[in-house]
């Protein structure tokens, strides 16, 4: 509850009222609400002071939106917070994944306002968009993310050359593999037969061309230089003239492995006991020997490359996991990455926390929130108390052991322990708050009162409370006029007039009494009067002579003539009142 709703309270409790204006002091400019500011359209904060109960509007900053409405009051010199909006940053969509890449979130952990997502392309593919990062700005992500694509390896454009490929286009995406022939039967190719795309979008080797056999002591070759063909001359290798014989010794040039390149020149020949190296694509890992022997003109089997792992920083953040700082994003086949839980998160199934790259694939381990290790249960949300609140934020849930802390509204007086225990499912008894009295001034006036030193028009419970008898007014009973507040319930003391008595000469008279001489004819609340006889007459009841002034009531005393017959009886008149 708020200022506002102490006002509504109290008024359905005792009174009707409106913002209490006696509380007086001014506020100075609004105090700041997070990622918010004035919002100018709904007043003038440029002001030296404010009143009480001057409402104060927020609005949220550019790229932060409002969640419910964020006012303030002034109250008491302050301002109070009535409502419970908020400014929370915009989000922006999860930006997806891409074909041939992965992203991961630069400066945040989230797709909030603000936040960097930085793309990459795997191994073998380049980004054609010109930027790699997007941003989330008030109005969604800056761009469209990025594009991978393949670095493709240029067509092979020598006219005499036959490619065959199971690519139909002519678009060569690292890892395919063509096979060349010459397409006149008399030529020759200068190179190996098969070629193949590399993660760079370069052959493995310059494409061959083909060579016309029929000239002697050397040969003309096309080779394909850039975009340019130029007819060279070159010296027939010596194995040549040997083939013809040695051929079943010999090998043929070695096979062709995907993402591996061979180390040094390929030949078309290769003398049995000739070694020839492969050497894997970067972050490719070897498998096999990486040798290879040719013998009696068979290749010793080849090593495989087996394809790295890309880490995923967002499936990391969802399965709750990060790596050390720095590492590399880039894991070898058979490398162990080592992952940590975040923190607050145990991993679900022990032992995951290591994972290893195996081929191009990675098991993310998941981690999950610690669980509570006591067997205590939890408490439900603490109970509601009338005129009060709770201090801090209101949870669905809390741990047995929690301690939470109530706070009563302006002016009520909270009863019992101000803060209570979750102890195993249960709450504490929760504290009360007394109800503060509100002055009527209606009442005291009605009952001729008036209140000392006021400073508001609210007492506390178990306040003292000094009332006043009004001027030519006193208090009935005595003592009343010290009350106490007592949980929204105020004794009012009620004062009358003193009314003076005026002396009625004629009633003297007629009951056949007199006072003294040069007695004043009026006698103050509570003055006595002596009456006497008249001579020769006589009163059965003495005692009344005496008689007192109450509130301007005074009773007369009877004489009568006292008879000469001793038998007869005094008569005994009836006693009148009088102003
Ligand atoms: C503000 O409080 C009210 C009542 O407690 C609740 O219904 C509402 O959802 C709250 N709004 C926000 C934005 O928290
Ligand atoms: C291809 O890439 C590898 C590794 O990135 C590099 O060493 C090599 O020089 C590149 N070759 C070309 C032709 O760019
Ligand atoms: C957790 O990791 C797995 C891969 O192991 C992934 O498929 C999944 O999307 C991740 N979870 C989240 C919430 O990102
Ligand atoms: C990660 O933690 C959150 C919060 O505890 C949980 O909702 C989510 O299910 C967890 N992710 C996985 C993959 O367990
Ligand atoms: C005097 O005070 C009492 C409460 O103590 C109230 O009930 C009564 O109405 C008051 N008298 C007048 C005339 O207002
Ligand atoms: C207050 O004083 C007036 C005037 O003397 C009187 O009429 C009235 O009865 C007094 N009120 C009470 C509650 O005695
Ligand atoms: C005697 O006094 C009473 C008041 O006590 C008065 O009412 C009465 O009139 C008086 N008698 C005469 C005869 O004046
Ligand atoms: C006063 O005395 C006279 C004369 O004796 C008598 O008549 C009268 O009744 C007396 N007054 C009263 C009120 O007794």
Known sequence: MNVLGLIFSIGAVTFSCAIPTILKDKCKHPTKVEHAELDWSKGDWNKQAYSQGVLAYYICRPGYMRLGTIRKICSEGEWVRISNGSCKRKRCNNPGEIDFGTFELINEEDFLFGAIVEYSC?????????????????????????????????????????????????????????????????????????????????????PPTCKDYSEEGGMAVKQSHGDKLIPITVELPQVEQKEQKLTETKCAPPPLILFAELIGERKWMYDSGSVIQYQCLMYYKVKGNQQIKCQDGVWDLPPTCLRPCVLNYYYMKGNNTTVENGRSKFLEHDEVVHFKCLPTFEISKPGQLNAKCLDGTLQ????????????????????????????????????????????????????????????????????????????????????????????????????????????????????????????????????????????????????????????????????????????????????????????????????????????????????????
């Open 364 to 579: 993310y381990p998941k981690c999950v929130k610690i669980k509570q290790k006591r067997t205590e249960k939890k408490c439900s949300p603490p109970p509601f108390i009338l005129f009060g609140e709770l201090m801090g934020e209101k949870k669905w849930m809390y741990d047995s052991g929690s301690v939470i802390q109530y706070q009563c509204l302006m002016y009520y007086k909270l009863k019992g322990n101000q803060q209570i225990k979750c102890q195993d499912g249960v709450w504490d008894l929760p504290p009360t708050c007394l109800r503060p009295c509100v002055f009527n001034y209606n009442y005291m006036k009605g009952n001729n009162t008036t209140v000392e030193n006021v400073r508001s028009k609210f007492v506390e419970h178990d306040d003292a409370v000094h009332f006043k008898c009004l001027p030519t007014f006193e208090i009935s009973k005595p003592g009343q006029l010290n009350a106490k507040c007592l949980d929204g319930t105020l004794q009012y003391p009620k004062c009358v007039k003193i009314r003076p008595c005026v002396l009625n000469y004629d009633y003297m008279k007629g009951n056949n009494t007199t006072v003294e001489n040069g007695r004043s004819m009026y006698l103050e609340h509570g003055e006595f009067v002596h009456f006497k006889c008249l001579n020769t007459f006589e009163t059965s009841k003495p005692k009344q002579l005496n008689a007192k002034c109450l509130d301007g009531t005074l009773k007369y005393p009877k004489c009568v003539k006292m008879p000469d017959e001793v038998t007869a009886q005094p008569s005994v008149g009836t006693e009148t009142t009088v102003y």
């Open 122 to 206: 795997q191994p073998g593919y380049q980004m054609i968009s010109k930027h790699k990062r997007i941003e989330c700005t008030v109005f969604g992500w800056s761009k469209e993310p990025p594009e991978c694509e393949a670095r493709l390896c240029p067509p092979v454009v020598d006219d005499s050359v036959r490619i065959l490929s199971t690519v139909l286009d002519e678009e060569y995406t690292h890892g395919q593999v063509i096979n060349l022939q010459c397409k006149n039967p008399n030529d020759k190719l200068n190179g190996p037969s098969q070629i193949y795309c590399t993660t760079n979008g370069t052959w493995n080797i310059e």
